[in-house]
């Protein structure tokens, strides 16, 4: 037995008793997987331009909500501070490839590895020396973004449904639709799609691969914002946020790692089911599983399908 929401739950019957805390989880379940594809997307993003996963897209996550909140604390309206922090992503995103990726053109994909390691913790150290390590409160309502909530009854028990919740699933399916336009309809899109087959033969036929670059790590900057202020309008930002990030892992193992539609299913699916395993789970092993569930999914993920749902299979020849 677990006390949840004050009633007592009894996790094998649980899904025909609470029918309305059921829809509650699942809810909830959704809402954190749809956050999870938006962090998701921007490894995605960077991992399609370089091949390498992005170490530093948690704390990028962080620093554009921390930028954002410390704008609009020395008197920058709201909205004024939010183009202010599209250009600082830009900026970021420029001095990304001007300091870091052109020194590293062609290079063995471990060594771009590294050095996103080593952007992550001096993202970690210059944040916090500007921003300070406490937690800051988001400017939901300066944003305009909605803070009530819908509640339904549904077989006689009570349903709540956050309005941020549903603006962030919102975003979310915006932020995809675009993206999948951008890269699909688009000349820098098909320019990506080729850097990403192969970098000197990209470059051969004329495309700047630098210029490709910036504009991934602008695009993946935006997500990672976007990401942000969605984060932080449910809870407090905080550094900590860096490490929920990293739940993009296993989404991106599930989805696979070339992917947008592989980020947002695999985004969903780690979301519903870590929620489900504390739910029922959780209360025969004294809770906390969803801490920890999505990585033991993924492992199992791993034994049947290595290249994820969505991924490409790479055959080589010797």
Request: charged share 10%; glycine share 12%; net charge negative.
């Amino acid at each position: 037995m677990e006390i949840l929401h004050g009633i007592f739950i009894d996790p094998f019957i649980t899904m025909y008793e609470l029918p309305d805390l059921l829809v509650q989880v699942l809810w909830e379940g959704f809402v954190a997987g749809t956050l999870y594809s938006l962090i998701a997307l921007g490894f995605v993003l960077i991992f399609k331009a370089s091949g390498v996963f992005n170490f530093a897209q948690g704390i990028i996550v962080v620093f554009g909500a921390l930028s954002l909140v410390g704008l609009h604390s020395l008197g920058i309206p709201a909205f004024v501070a939010l183009f202010l922090c599209i250009g600082i992503m830009f900026a970021l995103a420029w001095l990304v490839e001007f300091t870091v990726l052109r020194r590293l053109v062609n290079q063995d994909p471990i060594i771009l590895f590294m050095a996103t390691i080593g952007l992550n913790y001096f993202l970690i150290g210059f944040g916090e020396g500007v921003f300070g390590g406490e937690p800051k409160t988001m400017i939901t309502a300066e944003l305009g973004l909605p803070t009530g909530a819908f509640d339904f009854d549904i077989l006689g028990g009570l349903v709540s449904l956050q309005q941020i919740d549903i603006t962030a699933a919102v975003t979310a399916g915006v932020m995809v639709g675009g993206l999948a336009v951008f890269f699909n309809k688009t000349r820098i899109g098909r320019g990506l799609r080729a850097v990403a087959d192969d970098h000197q033969a990209a470059q051969s036929v004329g495309i700047s691969l630098n210029h490709i670059w910036i504009v991934v790590w602008f695009a993946a900057g935006i997500v990672a914002l976007a990401t942000g202020v969605m984060w932080g309008a449910r809870s407090d930002v905080s550094f900590a946020l860096s490490i929920v990030a990293l739940k993009a892992l296993p989404v991106l193992i599930l989805g696979g790692f070339t992917s947008i539609s592989g980020a947002i299913v695999g985004g969903l699916i780690i979301g519903i089911s870590e929620k489900m395993a504390e739910f029922y789970w959780g209360p025969l092993v004294g809770g906390s599983i969803e801490s920890w569930f999505p990585y033991f999914l993924a492992l199992l993920f791993l034994w049947f399908r290595p290249q994820g749902l969505f991924g490409e299979k790479i055959i080589e020849r010797v």
